[in-house]
Each structure stands twice: as C-alpha cells, then as structure tokens.
C-alpha cells in the first residue's frame, strides 16, 4: 500500500474531493494556513520576521492580512518592513542618475523588488512541490493515477506547472488530453449558460451550464469567484 507522507497526503486528499482543480483548492487551503501562521507565532520568529522584511507583502495578500483582524500583529511586521523599505529606498533614491537626452518614452514599470511577497514566495514554492507530488503519484500510485486520468483536469496554471514538472511523454499526453477535453466540455457548458438567455431557449433544460460561469474562469484564472465574495 503506498505511504502517505507529507506532501502526498494533501494532494490525495484534494484529488478524492475532486472538483474543476483539484490543485486550486488545496492552494486555497494552503494560503489560508500560511496567512495564519504568518499573523500567529510567525510575529516572533526572527527568520520569518527578517523574510518579511526583507520582501514585505503584495497588494493582494496585504489586504487578506489586514482582514484576519489582527492588527497589533500586521503592525509589528509591517514596522519593521516599513523601516528597512526606507533605508532601501534613501539608498536607491540618492544615486546619481544619468541624463539621457532625447531618450524614447517608455511605459513605466515596476521597480526591482516593488511587487515581492513573502507570502507569495512560501505559497509558490510549495505548490511548485505539490505539482511534483502530484507527477510523482501518477507514475507510482495506480489508484492515483485511475482517479486522476478519470478526474475534471485542472485549471491552466496548475496543468501548466503539472507538465513542467513531467519528464516523460506518457504522463504529458494523459495530462494534455485530459485537459483539452475538460476545457471543451466547460467551453460548451458555457456556451449554452449564454443561450439560456434567449427567450427561444428559456424553457429548455439547464444541464450542467448553470454555473459554467465561475468553472470557466476557474480553469482560466485560478480562482472561483463564488468562494470570493466577487
């Protein structure tokens, strides 16, 4: 009987819950835990407090922070981010700068460093593992493998990464087949959600199109605006 370890425990466990991604909803699960953690003992750990100074929060996960309600705990982290960000910043701000005459406009990007996360990093860093875990399984578990190839795919992103992490064609071809399939049967399912709309079609059966909307955009953004409150 296969070992559940670490990390293929999760990833099992999403699998048997099954769904459009599988993968999604366990990284859901996973940044819920990490924000937690990061506003829990995280607060007084000096390695986790020198990676937050050191990249601070993106726009996204700043806010989510802000929301769990414990500000005391934000406010420790974001001062002392806060501080090394300006120490930063009246470094870069005082080096001369090179005159460029008649140099070509060019749209504004972010600076380096401008849209670190030390969230987002933790975050991706273990997803990147659970895509390996899930190729590992697939190749090794056959019953992963028969609830896999029989599952509803993933979402873009996630399949994405499932194939990065993929050595052999065998797996690839399983992956890609089964997405294109999911992503045409979303495709048609949505297809028919905007032809309800036509008064023709008012008294024809939904089948499975009436939330096609939120499934499509998750397979195609990662994020099921139903669970958001969008």
Same mark, same amino acid.
């Given at each position: 009987?296969?070992?559940?370890?670490?990390?293929?425990?999760?990833?099992?466990?999403?699998?048997?819950?099954?769904?459009?991604?599988?993968?999604?909803?366990?990284?859901?699960?996973?940044?819920?835990?990490?924000?937690?953690?990061?506003?829990?003992?995280?607060?007084?750990?000096?390695?986790?407090?020198?990676?937050?100074?050191?990249?601070?929060?993106?726009?996204?996960?700043?806010?989510?922070?802000?929301?769990?309600?414990?500000?005391?705990?934000?406010?420790?982290?974001?001062?002392?981010?806060?501080?090394?960000?300006?120490?930063?910043?009246?470094?870069?701000?005082?080096?001369?700068? =090179?005159?460029?005459?008649?140099?070509?406009?060019?749209?504004?990007?972010?600076?380096?460093?401008?849209?670190?996360?030390?969230?987002?990093?933790?975050?991706?860093?273990?997803?990147?593992?659970?895509?390996?875990?899930?190729?590992?399984?697939?190749?090794?578990?056959?019953?992963?493998?028969?609830?896999?190839?029989?599952?509803?795919?993933?979402?873009?992103?996630?399949?994405?990464?499932?194939?990065?992490?993929?050595?052999?064609?065998?797996?690839?071809?399983?992956?890609?087949?089964?997405?294109?399939?999911?992503?045409?049967?979303?495709?048609?399912?949505?297809?028919?959600?905007?032809? =309800?709309?036509?008064?023709?079609?008012?008294?024809?059966?939904?089948?499975?199109?009436?939330?096609?909307?939120?499934?499509?955009?998750?397979?195609?953004?990662?994020?099921?605006?139903?669970? =958001?409150?969008?």
């Amino acid at each position: 009987m296969f070992s559940q370890h670490i990390d293929t425990a999760p990833v099992l466990e999403a699998f048997a819950k099954g769904g459009e991604c599988p993968l999604c909803a366990l990284r859901d699960q996973t940044e819920a835990e990490y924000l937690e953690q990061f506003l829990g003992g995280s607060v007084m750990v000096p390695a986790a407090r020198v990676l937050v100074n050191e990249k601070g929060f993106c726009a996204r996960h700043f806010a989510q922070l802000y929301e769990s309600g414990n500000h005391l705990g934000l406010a420790l982290m974001t001062h002392t981010h806060l501080k090394e960000k300006i120490a930063g910043l009246e470094k870069r701000w005082a080096e001369p700068r =090179k005159e460029r005459l008649l140099a070509p406009r060019r749209p504004r990007q972010p600076e380096t460093g401008m849209q670190s996360c030390a969230l987002c990093e933790r975050l991706n860093a273990t997803m990147d593992r659970y895509a390996s875990t899930t190729v590992w399984l697939w190749k090794n578990d056959d019953g992963f493998r028969e609830r896999f190839d029989g599952s509803l795919g993933l979402c873009v992103e996630h399949t994405e990464a499932v194939l990065a992490a993929s050595p052999g064609n065998a797996m690839r071809e399983a992956v890609i087949k089964l997405e294109l399939e999911n992503l045409r049967r979303v495709e048609k399912e949505l297809e028919w959600f905007t032809l =309800k709309f036509d008064y023709r079609n008012q008294d024809k059966p939904w089948g499975n199109a009436k939330d096609a909307l939120p499934r499509a955009i998750l397979k195609l953004a990662g994020i099921n605006p139903r669970d =958001k409150g969008e």
